[in-house]
């Protein structure tokens, strides 16, 4: 199971029961929800939505009912109040506009509903180390065609598309500006790419999620 769904799953256990209709913002090719709704054991309906038609037919192959939509820009096609559960899983630091998906996210939960939003941690305690060192934060790009600037990277390995990266706090303070209450936040660590020891930290350190690779926040629409 990928690490940011067992965070969502951890997150969420014990509170499935009330999540009838589940919707993912960014829902690619639906494999996120779909791991989210199998790994809870819960019988509810799979909507997503996302920019991207080819990823969409994957989702809609997966009985996921989807819309193509700009989560920039789009008001979403969907009623106050439709959802029980909103996902928001690593897209938010790709949008030039997240204020509209949060409004749009708020918009759609029903009263007491949830929403769990994940994103990388401009914090993470390596970025910390990093940027002491003069080094470039990962998760951070000065340039649209390389890749500069970073301990241990390569020019020219793939560009993430970040177009704005959060700490536990900043992400935590906008949620609370759109109406959400933070009920609870967990660290999650990436094993690829890392050395073993640099792993084990990242996962000891992770138990904050301030210092943590990824933050995963459970939140609630009062």
């Known amino acids: 199971m990928h690490p940011r769904v067992q965070a969502t799953v951890k997150l969420l256990r014990g509170r499935e029961d009330s999540v009838r209709r589940v919707i993912e913002l960014g829902v690619g090719d639906g494999s996120i929800i779909s791991e989210v709704i199998n790994a809870l054991n819960i019988n509810?309906?799979?909507?997503?939505?996302?920019?991207?038609?080819?990823?969409?037919?994957?989702?809609?192959?997966?009985?996921?009912?989807?819309?193509?939509?700009?989560?920039?820009?789009?008001?979403?096609?969907y009623g106050d109040g439709y959802f029980d559960l909103v996902l928001m899983e690593e897209v938010i630091e790709h949008l030039v506009n997240p204020d509209n998906a949060l409004r749009e996210a708020h918009r759609i939960l029903r009263h007491g509903g949830l929403f769990v939003v994940t994103t990388p941690n401009?914090?993470?305690?390596?970025?910390?180390?990093?940027?002491?060192?003069?080094?470039?934060?990962?998760?951070?790009?000065?340039?649209?065609?390389?890749?500069?600037?970073?301990?241990?990277?390569?020019?020219?390995?793939?560009?993430?598309?970040?177009?704005?990266?959060?700490?536990?706090?900043?992400?935590?303070?906008?949620?609370?500006?759109?109406?959400?209450?933070?009920?609870?936040?967990?660290?999650?660590?990436?094993?690829?790419?890392?050395?073993?020891?640099?792993?084990?930290?990242?996962?000891?350190?992770?138990?904050r999620p301030t210092l943590a690779e990824v933050i995963a926040i459970l939140a609630m629409k009062p």
């Open 122 to 207: 401009l914090a993470w305690w390596v970025n910390r180390i990093a940027l002491m060192l003069g080094y470039q934060p990962y998760w951070t790009e000065v340039s649209t065609m390389f890749n500069v600037g970073k301990f241990h990277r390569r020019i020219n390995e793939p560009l993430s598309g970040h177009l704005r990266l959060y700490t536990f706090r900043s992400l935590r303070d906008l949620l609370k500006m759109h109406g959400f209450m933070v009920i609870k936040a967990l660290g999650v660590a990436y094993k690829a790419n890392k050395p073993f020891m640099v792993y084990m930290l990242d996962r000891l350190l992770g138990l």
């Open 44 to 77: 509810a309906e799979a909507y997503g939505v996302d920019i991207n038609e080819k990823s969409l037919e994957v989702a809609r192959s997966r009985g996921i009912s989807v819309a193509r939509c700009d989560l920039n820009n789009y008001i979403l096609p």
